[in-house]
């Protein structure tokens, strides 16, 4: 089956960090494109970062830039965001995403990231 | 800053066909933008419907067809079912590796 499971968010203090994680099965990791997107409580969806196949190609929507980064680990068929300096609005649920030709064709179940003092 | 707008709801009654749109803040969506379209229920991942303007993913029914209609990219639902009650968002690819999410319809189905 191919799945994507999310891990590793919580409760920060604003300025605080954390590392999620996405495990990836049931197809070859290494060949597609990789997304990060997130939704606000009672928001909509906002993609946030992908990665290329390698790692060469990072890219970011703007008001992360700086403060997050995006990773992957091919061999463990893991895919990360490093997400650093949050404030309140970067509370959300964070979901993976599978890229295949420009569309967002398989998503994890998603991690719930507060931040909150 | 490029705003990717949708309706903000439609109601539409069981049986029959709603057209949702997704527009640029400034300019047109052609297929050079490969719009897709998620279909998202409260609490859930979203599911993905349509892929590079018109390609429904695999499973999802044929009463939902994608399109561009005039300047703007299209998710029709024809024959609506009580189950199509959800949230619809658009994505758009901005070239560069840069994606934009449209703001959602909400499709109330009575």
């Known amino acids: 089956e191919v799945q994507l499971v999310e891990s590793g968010g919580g409760l920060v203090q604003p300025g605080g960090s954390l590392r999620l994680s996405c495990v990836a099965s049931?197809?070859?990791?290494?060949?597609?494109?990789l997304s990060w997107v997130r939704q606000a409580p009672g928001k909509g969806l906002e993609w946030v970062a992908q990665?290329?196949?390698?790692?060469?190609?990072?890219n970011y929507v703007d008001s992360v830039k700086g403060r997050f980064t995006i990773s992957r680990d091919n061999a463990k068929n893991s895919l990360y965001l490093q997400v650093n300096s949050l404030t309140a609005e970067d509370t959300a649920v964070y979901y993976c995403?599978?890229?295949?030709?420009?569309?967002?064709?398989?998503w994890g179940q998603g991690t719930m990231v507060t931040v909150s003092s | 800053q490029t705003v990717v707008t949708q309706e903000p709801s439609f109601s539409v009654s069981p049986g029959g066909t709603v057209t949702l749109t997704c527009g640029l803040s400034?300019?047109?969506?052609?297929?050079?933008?490969?719009p897709s379209w998620y279909q998202q229920t409260p609490g859930q991942a979203p599911r993905t419907l349509i892929s590079?303007?018109?390609t429904r993913s695999s499973g999802v029914p044929d009463r939902f067809s994608g399109s561009i209609l005039g300047n703007k990219a299209a998710l029709t639902i024809t024959g609506a079912q009580a189950d199509d009650e959800s949230d619809y968002y658009c994505v758009l690819f901005m070239g560069r590796g840069i994606y934009v999410f449209g703001t959602g319809t909400k499709v109330t189905v009575l």
């Open positions: 995403a599978r890229s295949w030709s420009k569309t967002f064709d398989i």
């Open positions: 049931g197809f070859t990791f290494s060949s597609y494109y």
């Open positions: 990665i290329k196949q390698d790692g060469s190609e990072k």
């Open positions: 590079n303007t018109n």
């Open positions: 400034s300019g047109s969506v052609s297929t050079n933008y490969y």
